[in-house]
């Protein structure tokens, strides 16, 4: 059963720091590349960071220079360390896994979501 789990939101000031989790299970592997999107109250989804299966980043221009995504590949665990939180980082942040499946293009799946309010 494919499933992902985030972990790590919450309540911060603006400046301050969190770090989100994200385990993987069921056939999804982070080593296959992931990404952490967010969706703010009557925004669409947008995405924050994509990591390709070789380490390759791509990062939203607004969190450039203060988030940064890892991977734990032996623990199947991504993170997104988010630094110099604002405001406007207010959202719910979901991580989407890829699972690759031969022959077929790669599907993908998401979860549950954890909440981050920026406020003071």
């Known amino acids: 059963q494919v499933q992902l789990v985030e972990s790590g939101g919450g309540l911060v000031q603006p400046g301050g720091s969190l770090r989100l989790s994200c385990v993987a299970s069921?056939?999804?592997?982070?080593?296959?590349?992931m990404a952490w999107y967010r969706q703010a109250p009557g925004k669409e989804r947008e995405m924050v960071v994509a990591v390709s299966s070789g380490g390759v980043t791509n990062y939203a221009e607004s969190v450039k220079s203060r988030f940064a995504v890892s991977r734990d590949n032996a623990k199947n665990t991504a993170y997104l360390q988010m630094n110099s939180l604002k405001p406007e980082d207010t959202a719910v942040y979901y991580c989407?896994?890829?699972?690759?499946?031969?022959?077929?293009?790669?599907?993908?799946?998401w979860g549950q979501g954890t909440q981050v309010t920026v406020a003071s």
């Open positions: 989407r896994g890829t699972k690759i499946q031969l022959g077929r293009p790669p599907a993908y799946y």
């Open positions: 069921g056939g999804i592997f982070v080593a296959n590349g």
